[in-house]
């Protein structure tokens, strides 16, 4: 199909293509433009496959978040300094 096809679909929720249209009026947009790019979307995402080990990235996620969360200032020690420095070193 080109652009510019006109397409028949039956069984749409209304709610979902109120939803679409409202969208597209905000976005000034037509709403086949909208539909389309609802379709691809939908296409690219039944392609993805499922996180594997959930639960071990949740638990990465959280001893990361516990260490960044025990972190304090260290006496003496500047980021700030230590980012002008990294600007101000001469390129190779």
Known sequence: MGVGT???IRDVDEKAFKRLKAEAMLRGI???QAA???FRLWVQ???MKPLK?????RE???AVEGARLRLRPIEGWSSIEVIR???ERPRE
Do not use: M, N, P
């Open 30 to 32: 037509k709403v086949g």
């Open 45 to 47: 995402e039944s392609g």
């Open 36 to 38: 389309s790019q609802a």
């Open 85 to 87: 420095g990294w600007r």
């Open 60 to 62: 990465a996620a959280d």
């Open 6 to 8: 006109t397409v028949v």
């Open 53 to 57: 080990g959930l639960d071990r990235l």
